[in-house]
C-alpha cells in the first residue's frame, strides 16, 4: 500500500516564476492537508480538502498561493510569482474519513533564487 | 499565537536513558493529540496519539501521559537508542476542525 506520494521532491524557481506542488494521497484518503515548513520551525497549517472542495484555507496566504484537489487526480499547491520567502520543505497528508490520523508524505522542498 | 508550547526545544540523553518532552495547549476544545517523528529530509511520521478519555498509552518504547486539568501532554522514550535521534513534534486537533496544530519541535540526539 503506497504511502501519500508528493512530486517533485525539489523544485527551484527563480523569483517571479510559479510553483506547482503535487500530492496523491493515500489509497482510499479522501481528505488532503497542506503544510509549510520553514528552516528549523515547525509544522504550519495551510489548507484543507476534500475532492472538489476546499473545507479550511485559514493558514494560506491571501494573495499568491491556490490549492485544489479535483475528482481525478492529485491537490495542486499553487504558488505564483514566487519570492524569497516561499522557500520552505511543503508538506501533504492525508486521512481517510472520518479520522484523525493523517500521514504525511516526504515533502517537496522549494528554493527561490 | 502558538497554540501548542513544546519545550524543550533540545534533548541530549545517553543510550539507554529516558527522553522526555512535554507539550502544553489552550484551547480546552482539543481531542487529539499526536507525536511525529521527523528524520532530516524526510516528512513527519505518526508515532503515537492519545485522545482526552485516557491518562497514558503506551506503544513499545514510547509512552504519552495525558493531564486534561494542566492541559499538558509529554512523550517519553524509554531505552532510548541512537536511532531515535530525531525531531519529535507534538500536535494537537478537534473534531471540527482537521488540521493539527503543532508545537515547534525538539530535536533529541540520542549518545552512544
Known amino acids: 500500500n503506497a504511502g501519500v506520494m508528493q512530486n517533485p521532491r525539489h523544485l527551484v524557481r527563480r523569483r517571479g516564476q510559479e510553483a506547482r506542488l503535487r500530492c496523491s494521497p493515500m489509497k482510499g484518503h479522501s481528505h488532503v492537508y497542506w503544510y509549510r515548513q520553514l528552516p528549523e520551525e515547525g509544522l504550519k497549517f495551510m489548507v484543507y480538502l476534500q475532492k472538489e472542495n476546499i473545507i479550511d484555507e485559514s493558514g494560506m496566504p491571501k494573495e499568491r498561493f491556490s490549492a485544489e484537489f479535483p475528482k481525478e487526480g492529485p491537490s495542486i499547491l499553487r504558488i505564483q510569482q514566487v519570492v524569497r520567502g516561499d522557500s520552505a520543505a511543503y508538506f501533504c497528508a492525508s486521512s481517510p474519513p472520518p479520522s484523525y490520523e493523517q500521514y504525511f508524505g516526504p515533502g517537496t522542498r522549494l528554493t527561490v533564487t | 499565537q502558538q497554540q501548542v508550547k513544546q519545550s524543550p526545544q533540545s534533548l541530549i540523553v545517553q543510550k539507554g536513558g529516558i527522553s522526555i518532552i512535554n507539550c502544553a495547549y489552550e484551547n480546552t476544545a482539543f481531542d487529539y493529540f499526536p507525536w511525529y517523528q521527523q528524520f532530516p529530509g524526510k516528512g513527519p511520521a505518526l508515532l503515537i496519539a492519545?485522545?482526552?478519555?485516557?491518562s497514558e498509552k503506551k506503544e513499545g518504547r514510547f509512552t504519552i501521559s495525558f493531564n486534561k486539568s494542566a492541559k499538558q501532554f509529554s512523550l517519553h522514550i524509554m531505552d532510548s537508542q541512537p536511532g531515535d535521534s530525531a525531531t519529535y513534534f507534538c500536535a494537537a486537533s478537534r473534531s471540527s476542525w482537521g488540521k493539527l496544530q503543532f508545537g515547534a519541535g525538539t530535536q533529541v540526539v540520542v549518545t552512544p
Open positions: 492519545i485522545r482526552p478519555d485516557v
